[in-house]
């Protein structure tokens, strides 16, 4: 269907590869629940282009982390700002959505909000407001109409600020293992079908897994004289697999490497239990019902700024989603592989701890809402619901 001016127009604003991700399945779903009806415009990256947004520049101008990447490049940033901001204004879409990357999006909507006060701005993603202080929260009423939260604990916290949030769910819940993919990992790789079968995910940057896999390696040979026929997955992303390869060379245990998402997945689903960095993979073993200790190292400033500075009682997700130490964490000084084995290992048999471990993780799937309606529609409708526009 070609663009007419009865259109809704809806301008998407993404920096980086996993807003590009959101992004592309929020426009797919907005799309569908307008029958057609809608045109976009903005910066994206290769999937929202695909969506149908002709990006107004190479979403990689933007797509930078650290002080290294982004000091030289702050003069083609700035401008990318203004040449955002610009086509707002001078467009003046139905509706602005920034997703994630607060960095460069909320530069965007503080400018755009200022010179097209009439442009409703939704930002898909809260920034980690709630882990500093909420004056940055605050700040955000006179700029955001609306936010779309990944997280479930998001809504209320932005209410006590005076902040319009909407719980959509997080996208870990449309990466779930398909029924069965589990056995089917198992019998492929050869993995006896009742052996403990332990997850090791020692994070997915390469300065993670310096501070990491040393120490998971040594637990792992703690766990190989107390677990017997104990099996070991470590899933990697590729451009760490060559440093854990000759990492694990000398482990007691065989260890099955596994890079495809899908088998990656699979993998989860097969797992007795899971020894992971802190991160996101957290919520994602959670999703999938795999019980866990999560641990983390790293430079000293860098570990005393996360255990003092940010206003969280945990750094594990699902003790936050939850609202109680649920899944055991060893962080800085307490990231010690006697005291990681002694947590794992109640975990990979069958003992009341790994029950209660397995019924909070039912508890925080319901809480997320697995099995009800896909995030990208929950989201479009929220959009919808900011211009008084019911769903097709």
């Given at each position: 269907?070609?663009?007419?001016?009865?259109?809704?127009?809806?301008?998407?604003?993404?920096?980086?590869?996993?807003?590009?991700?959101?992004?592309?399945?929020?426009?797919?779903?907005?799309?569908?629940?307008?029958?057609?009806?809608?045109?976009?415009?903005?910066?994206?990256?290769?999937?929202?282009?695909?969506?149908?947004?002709?990006?107004?520049?190479?979403?990689?101008?933007?797509?930078?982390?650290?002080?290294?990447?982004?000091?030289?490049?702050?003069?083609?940033?700035?401008?990318?700002?203004?040449?955002?901001?610009?086509?707002?204004?001078?467009?003046?879409?139905d509706v602005l959505i920034v997703i994630d990357s607060p960095e460069f999006t909320h530069m965007v909507a503080r400018r755009v909000a200022r010179r097209a006060p009439s442009v409703p701005i939704i930002d898909y993603v809260?920034?980690?407001?709630?882990?500093?202080?909420?004056?940055?929260?605050?700040?955000?009423?006179?700029?955001?109409?609306?936010?779309?939260?990944?997280?479930?604990?998001?809504?209320?916290?932005l209410r006590t600020v005076g902040v319009d949030c909407v719980y959509v769910g997080h996208p870990a819940i449309d990466r779930l293992p398909v029924q069965g993919a589990g056995r089917r990992f198992r019998a492929e790789h050869?993995?006896?079908?009742?052996?403990?079968?332990?997850?090791?995910?020692?994070?997915?940057r390469l300065n993670e897994v310096k501070h990491l896999i040393g120490i998971f390696g040594e637990t792992v040979t703690r766990l190989a004289k107390d677990v017997p026929g104990l099996q070991v997955i470590l899933p990697v992303?590729?451009?760490?697999?060559?440093?854990?390869?000759?990492?694990?060379?000398?482990?007691?245990?065989?260890?099955?490497?596994?890079?495809?998402?899908?088998?990656?997945?699979?993998?989860?689903?097969?797992?007795?239990?899971?020894?992971?960095?802190?991160?996101?993979?957290?919520?994602?073993?959670?999703?999938?019902?795999?019980?866990?200790?999560?641990?983390?190292?790293?430079?000293?400033?860098?570990?005393?700024?996360?255990?003092?500075?940010?206003?969280?009682?945990?750094?594990?997700?699902?003790?936050?989603?939850?609202?109680?130490?649920?899944?055991?964490?060893?962080?800085?000084?307490?990231?010690?592989?006697?005291?990681?084995?002694?947590?794992?290992?109640?975990?990979?048999?069958?003992?009341?701890?790994?029950?209660?471990?397995?019924?909070?993780?039912?508890?925080?799937?319901?809480?997320?809402?697995?099995?009800?309606?896909?995030?990208?529609?929950?989201?479009?409708?929220?959009?919808?619901?900011?211009?008084?526009?019911?769903?097709?």
């Open positions: 269907m070609n663009a007419t001016d009865n259109d809704l127009h809806i301008m998407l604003v993404a920096g980086e590869p996993s807003g590009d991700a959101l992004g592309a399945e929020l426009m797919a779903s907005l799309r569908d629940m307008t029958c057609g009806r809608v045109r976009f415009s903005g910066v994206g990256g290769p999937r929202m282009s695909a969506e149908g947004i002709t990006s107004i520049f190479p979403m990689t101008d933007i797509s930078v982390m650290g002080p290294r990447e982004i000091i030289p490049r702050l003069p083609l940033i700035f401008n990318r700002i203004r040449q955002t901001v610009r086509h707002a204004v001078i467009e003046r879409p809260l920034p980690s407001v709630w882990a500093w202080r909420r004056g940055r929260a605050r700040a955000m009423r006179k700029y955001i109409r609306r936010v779309l939260a990944l997280l479930p604990f998001e809504p209320a916290f050869g993995l006896p079908e009742e052996a403990p079968l332990l997850l090791v995910l020692p994070g997915s992303v590729s451009h760490v697999r060559e440093r854990v390869e000759a990492e694990v060379a000398d482990w007691p245990v065989a260890v099955t490497i596994v890079e495809d998402e899908m088998e990656k997945r699979a993998a989860f689903d097969a797992a007795t239990a899971a020894l992971a960095a802190s991160g996101t993979v957290s919520l994602e073993l959670g999703l999938a019902r795999v019980p866990m200790v999560i641990a983390y190292r790293a430079e000293a400033v860098v570990g005393w700024f996360a255990l003092n500075i940010l206003k969280i009682p945990s750094v594990v997700l699902v003790n936050l989603i939850l609202d109680r130490p649920s899944v055991q964490e060893y962080l800085q000084f307490r990231c010690r592989p006697d005291a990681l084995a002694e947590g794992l290992i109640p975990l990979l048999h069958d003992t009341p701890a790994r029950a209660r471990a397995l019924a909070d993780l039912d508890e925080l799937r319901g809480r997320m809402g697995v099995g009800g309606e896909a995030p990208s529609r929950r989201a479009a409708r929220a959009v919808l619901e900011v211009l008084d526009l019911p769903p097709s």
